[in-house]
């Protein structure tokens, strides 16, 4: 069977698990974390970064960063997982669902304003399959009406938007390290934050609502419980990891550009014959090769792609199942405007297995039954 996902692992990872062992600092904040809140603050070119449990953790904590009260609204889209949605849930906050872009599967930037209230507080753009929103027209909104950006950039790490990192763009950004994701710790994921004002509120946050981390580096005598807090810290077993991928992490990233840019050559004859749709990535955005999808003529010829692809010993899986049609989508919120294109274009849309190191003939076995599949139909 080739799987749609196998977890990135380069060689080194057990090399530095054993080091995070032998250095008797397995618990948060050990050396390994601090290399990887380092790196990707270097990397990015963002004020701080902090490894949490996951993304999800990661964004409970920039929706908590927001000072969200019982009642403020929350702009996002349906297209998306349900961690985006939880975070604001679990600050008090009305989800309001906008409509998507069928070109990117991403929120359109052009609907975002019809749904501001005076209760609106955030907007999360999330960058679907690491391809950036249209983040110049989202900032200028959320400047003209005084909104926190908080971006999901869960699958988004490496990924730009005219030259600026993903998740370093708003107030907040959020990666995950999935072992879906490009990167990977198996589970977990980091905040980024640009505001130096919320970075000792979002330490405390994360160490349980104490000021441990001022004692640490000698700014207190002692540690306090100071505020509302949760357990958001990354363990360095697995912080050590994820180290060793963001060690060579063009290296994956070239590998998993050259497999995506592999499917789009090989599959572009079928979109050209008007078959397919293929993902399009729009002038000023580089992405990470962190998905590729295509979007069948509709859920029935999808479905049974799928089917046929399973048949063939080929996991190909659709994706998100729009929130506002779920009941906890119900329950939290509301589509504002109509639903033109995140139902139908969620009905379309396959992945195809992508991760580091797919071997050539598995490749070519998956493009060869994907022309087979769509010549015959
Ligand atoms: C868009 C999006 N947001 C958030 C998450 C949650 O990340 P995690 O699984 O690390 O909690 C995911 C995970 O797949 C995601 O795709």
Sequence with gaps: MINFNVPPFVGTEFKYMQEAVENQKICGDGPFTRKCD???????????????????????MAAFLCNINPGDEVILPSFTFSSTANA????????????IRPDTMNIDENRIEDAITDRTKVICPVHYAGVACEMDTIMDIASR??????????????????????????????????????????????????????????????EKGTNRSQFF?????????????????QSDLNAAYLWAQLEVADMINENRLATWNTYWGALKPLADKGVIELPTIPEGCIHNAHMFYIKCKDLETRQAYIEYMRKNDILCVFHYVPLHSAPAGAKFGRFHGEDKFTTVESDRLVRLPLYYGIAASDLNKIIEKTLAFFDSL
Excluded: P
Excluded at 38 to 60: C, P, Q
Excluded at 149 to 170: C, F, N, P, R, W
Excluded at 217 to 230: P, S
């Design 38 to 60: 380092e790196w990707i603050e270097h990397r990015f070119g963002v004020k701080k970064a902090m490894l949490t449990t996951s993304g999800s953790s990661a964004l409970d």
């Design 88 to 99: 604001f849930v679990l600050a008090g906050a009305k989800l309001v669902f906008v409509d």
């Design 145 to 206: 009406y005084d909104l926190r950006i908080v971006e999901d950039a869960a699958q988004g790490i490496m990924s730009t938007y005219k030259g600026k990192a993903l998740g370093t763009i708003g107030d907040l950004g959020c990666f995950s390290f999935h072992e879906t994701k490009n990167y990977s710790m198996g589970e977990g994921g980091a905040i980024l934050i640009n505001d130096v004002e919320r970075i000792e509120k979002a330490e405390i946050l994360r």
């Design 217 to 233: 580096r000698g700014q207190v005598a002692k540690y306090n419980w100071v505020d509302f807090g949760d357990s958001y810290l």
